[in-house]
């Protein structure tokens, strides 16, 4: 909680033709963002979460698993070494499974119901999917009645909008193609997504610097 606290940002990778993620990973991390989302509807993604992990293992990189539907996808995805679990929604054997195995797991909710039951079924951190339908103040909407509960908005989230969900307080923000987006993976522009994450974990540094003063 702490490491995803400070880098405020989750790289949320989504592409239909994988290529090196690896390289993608890599290329986020030269940029600061240090939570790489896997989403398992990418062809082969429990194969490529192993690779992965293997091959980044110390480079002070947190990779895990996305899109996870059940306990069984859970279960496969620590098996194959990811760092924490997401899911667009509340599965409790899921939360159960991570809470057992002491890995981060972040559902998804929306309502207050949703989140407040994410929560108090053992979530470390709820996902506000999809977040661009309140945008960031639906999220300090939701804080001010639940502030003690960490929201992770994602779907929507730019470089025009970070700074404004974490100011209204939000932990981390889930960010897909304006960090690295399918055409950048394909083509494998590495150079653009270092480039972007780069500018992302500026304005989460700055933030967090202007609140600590």
């Known amino acids: 909680m702490s490491a995803l606290r400070a880098s405020g940002i989750v790289a949320v990778l989504r592409t239909e033709n994988p290529r090196d993620l690896v390289a993608v990973s890599r290329a986020l991390r030269d940029g600061g963002v240090l939570f790489v989302e896997i989403t398992l509807t990418i062809p082969g993604a429990i194969d490529i979460i192993r690779d992965t992990v293997r091959q980044l293992k110390d480079e002070n990189l947190f990779i895990g698993a996305g899109t996870v539907l059940d306990a069984e996808m859970a279960q496969q995805a620590l098996d194959a070494g990811a760092h924490f679990i997401v899911g667009p929604g509340y599965d409790p054997e899921t939360v159960q499974l ?5 890995v981060l797991v972040m559902p998804g909710a929306f309502t207050p119901g949703e989140i407040l039951n994410a929560w108090k079924g053992g979530a470390d951190v709820v996902k506000i999917f999809p977040a661009d339908l309140g945008g960031p103040d639906y999220i300090k909407a939701i804080k001010e009645p639940l502030p003690q509960i960490p929201l992770m908005p ?7 909008t970070v700074g404004a969900y974490l100011k209204a307080g939000a932990v981390a923000i889930g960010v897909g193609s304006a960090l690295a987006s399918r055409k950048m993976i394909v083509e494998k522009d590495y150079a653009q997504i270092t480039e972007n994450a780069g500018k992302f974990n500026r304005i989460v540094r700055e933030f967090r610097e202007g609140n600590a003063a």
């Open 98 to 102: 991570c809470n057992r195995r002491n």
């Open 154 to 160: 994602t779907k929507g989230g730019d470089l025009t």
